[in-house]
Nanobody, 128 residues
Framework: QEQLVESGGGVVQAGGSLRLSCAAS????????MGWFRQAPGKEREGISY????????YYADSVKGRFTISSDSAKNTVYLQMNSLKPEDTAVYYC?????????????????????WGQGTQVTVSS
């Protein structure tokens, strides 16, 4: 049973940083592409970052490009999202997701339907 558990959320002032972690209990971590999504109240879930199963390809939404960095550690079965220069509009519940087959490397990697497994989410609140 694949399981994803996010951690690292919290309250931070605008301009600050946070690092989110997603621990994956999956059969073979290196065979999964991973993504980060977020959902603000009253809004649809938004894909913000992707990393390929091999870790050699990443993709970012324009809203976070240059501020957020995705990385993975296959030895720890963990994917990270380093978030810098946070803004109040970054406030949301952040989710990690895993794609097992047919994973895209382009803008389609940020679509909800591209992923098979989801974590429960972690709250990030950025105060102004």
């Amino acid at each position: 049973q694949e399981q994803l558990v996010e951690s690292g959320g919290g309250v931070v002032q605008a301009g600050g940083s946070l690092r989110l972690s997603c621990a994956a209990s999956v059969r073979t971590f290196s065979s999964y592409a991973m993504g980060w999504f977020r959902q603000a109240p009253g809004k649809e879930r938004e894909g913000i970052s992707y990393i390929s199963s091999s870790g050699d390809s990443t993709y970012y939404a324009d809203s976070v490009k240059g501020r957020f960095t995705i990385s993975s550690d296959s030895a720890k079965n963990t994917v990270y999202l380093q978030m810098n220069s946070l803004k109040p509009e970054d406030t949301a519940v952040y989710y990690c997701a895993a794609c097992s087959t047919g994973c895209y490397r382009d803008h389609r990697s940020l679509l909800v339907r591209s992923y098979d497994y989801w974590g429960q989410g972690t709250q990030v609140t950025v105060s102004s």
